[in-house]
């Protein structure tokens, strides 16, 4: 088999596994009545359009005309797009090398490899370009309706930078394959790919607040010193912008380069894709050796053991740096605020504590989800000899410890300058640590680790209660720390969702009616966290 049929064989293939994804994201891989589907996906749309109306509604009063003022914070806001999109095309070209078990039986047939690596390419940039798509998809037809129908050449731009930021991505990895070789590219891919998501984001926050501009970004790209470094308005940097209002030269030369960009990297890659697949697909199942070392049998603390198991799995989890790495960086920010605060009047306490409730909450609940849902080894930790309290217990203390790792650096910091703040903040996090870690162990089921990208999608009640417990809490800190006493109202909101999470469950009220129903032969499916 060769050419078009090749081709036409493993599109139809990859479509086929790009909607089982996206249905299985979308429904929890749950069977949805029609009716319903349409409803939620209505009232989202709806609810998006409404906020990107509210935010482009008051800059387009007067009219939008492309000059600095405009085109410095779309540009700016454009490049943090395609920084995103590059961080997150390299992490899937980094599973596609490692974690796609197809991969093998397709190389081995008489399938042409080129067309395999040329459809795997254009699927990432499409499932890249996809998701921005439709995240923008609301405020690109308010920019429309407010500003012109011109503004929808976004829809093409989009997939132009997606092209582009696939390209770049496979180029990248195949560096790193050939410079630090198939076993250490895993680990290293996902460092970059955060660190090129998080520089510049967090480099513009960064920027901003040692600025004095906040965290505001549109303050920080409208400020004199980015003003006065910004190229003219006839300049060609500003071309994927007045790409998006569609003018007609800077469309049609972004989205050529795009394609030629990616075209040119199917082609470069057309024989050497299947043999670093391969490769690498390999280098995943070998085993580690131990190094020389040996190892001595005792009797320890049980806990201890667990607590060190975890721990070690944590470490070794392959997967886990790229969506942790993340939320580690966004405390840099916050750190930064603390350190320009030193010696000044003001309390750094009131960004500080919300920023760093909302990454401790997240990270959190990721870890609690891998050490309680991820086990890999259930059955062998029942045959313990411990109650499964105890267990339930080590494993609580592994993803504290984890936390507190991360956040007591920045708490101690923020003691130096407030100590009332670093107080609020030690309480706050705590309190949002034990709630993530409750929610997840309430409706804790049986997964694999490698899900941990999609553990949202497993319950829907879940990951809601999850997000609202820690925006709450995130507010209640940031009103405390201030000594205001509305800081009363969203941790109130935290309780009553937390009680809502815990009768929700299987083991509240309503999840033992739920479990009970199911036993006596009612459907499960309609009884199940959604």
């Not at 000899?385 to 267990?391: M, Y």
Request: charged share 15%.
């Amino acid at each position: 088999m060769n050419g078009a049929p090749d081709l036409r064989l493993i599109a139809a293939h990859e479509l086929r596994l790009a909607w089982r994804d996206l249905h299985a994201m979308l429904t929890a891989r749950r069977r949805w009545k029609t009716r319903t589907v349409i409803f939620w996906l209505t009232l989202a749309i709806a609810f998006a359009h409404l906020v990107a109306w509210c935010i482009i509604e008051p800059a387009s009063r007067d009219g939008l005309v492309l000059d600095r003022d405009v085109l410095v914070p779309l540009g700016g806001s454009l490049v943090l797009t395609f920084a995103v999109m590059l961080s997150q095309a390299i992490e899937q070209v980094t599973r596609v090398f490692y974690a796609r078990g197809d991969l093998d039986l397709l190389l081995s047939s008489p399938i042409d490899a080129g067309a395999v690596s040329a459809v795997r390419i254009g699927a990432i940039a499409l499932t890249s370009g996809g998701m921005m798509m439709l995240a923008a998809a609301a405020f690109i037809n308010v920019m429309a309706a407010l500003n012109g129908v011109s503004w929808l050449a976004a829809y093409l731009v989009l997939p132009a930078l997606s092209m582009a930021s696939t390209a770049l991505a496979v180029l990248v990895a195949c560096f790193l394959f050939g410079a630090f070789g198939a076993r250490r590219t895993r680990l290293i891919a996902q460092i970059v790919a955060a660190v090129i998501g998080a520089a510049f984001i967090v480099g513009v926050n960064l920027a901003a607040v040692l600025s004095m501009q906040g965290y505001s970004r549109v303050r920080f790209f409208r400020s004199d010193g980015v003003m006065a470094l910004a190229p003219g308005e006839s300049s060609l940097f500003w071309w994927p912008v007045r790409a998006l209002a569609g003018e007609t030269a800077p469309l049609l030369a972004v989205i050529a380069a795009g394609t030629l960009m990616l075209a040119g990297v199917i082609a470069f890659m057309h024989r050497r894709f299947a043999s670093i697949v391969l490769a690498a697909s390999a280098a995943s199942r070998m085993q580690r050796g131990t190094g020389g070392r040996r190892y001595r049998f005792a009797v320890d603390n049980p806990a201890r053991t667990l607590r060190q198991k975890e721990w070690l799995l944590l470490l070794r989890d392959p997967w886990l740096v790229s969506q942790s790495l993340m939320q580690i960086f966004y405390l840099i920010p916050p750190a930064a605020i603390l350190w320009t605060q030193f010696g000044s009047g003001g309390d750094p306490g009131i960004l500080v504590v919300p920023v760093l409730v909302m990454a401790t909450g997240q990270l959190a609940g990721g870890l609690a989800w891998l050490t309680v849902s991820g086990e890999d080894a259930p059955d062998l930790i029942a045959s313990a000899p411990l109650a499964p309290g105890r267990i339930l217990r080590a494993k609580v203390e592994a993803v504290a410890g984890a936390v507190g790792l991360i956040a007591l650096p920045v708490i101690i910091l923020l003691a130096v300058h407030s100590p009332h703040s670093a107080a609020v903040a030690l309480v706050t996090v705590m309190i949002a640590c034990a709630a993530a870690t409750a929610i997840q162990l309430w409706f804790r089921g049986q997964a694999r680790r490698s899900h941990f990208r999609h553990r949202q999608t497993t319950s829907r009640i879940a990951a809601l209660c999850e997000a609202g417990v820690t925006i709450s809490l995130a507010g209640a800190g940031g009103l405390w720390a201030f000594g205001s006493l509305l800081a009363l109202l969203p941790a109130s909101l935290a309780a009553g969702i937390m009680l809502m999470a815990w009768r929700l469950g299987p083991g509240g009220d309503a999840g033992r009616r739920m479990y009970r129903a199911a036993a006596r032969g009612v459907p499960a499916r309609r009884f199940a966290p959604a």
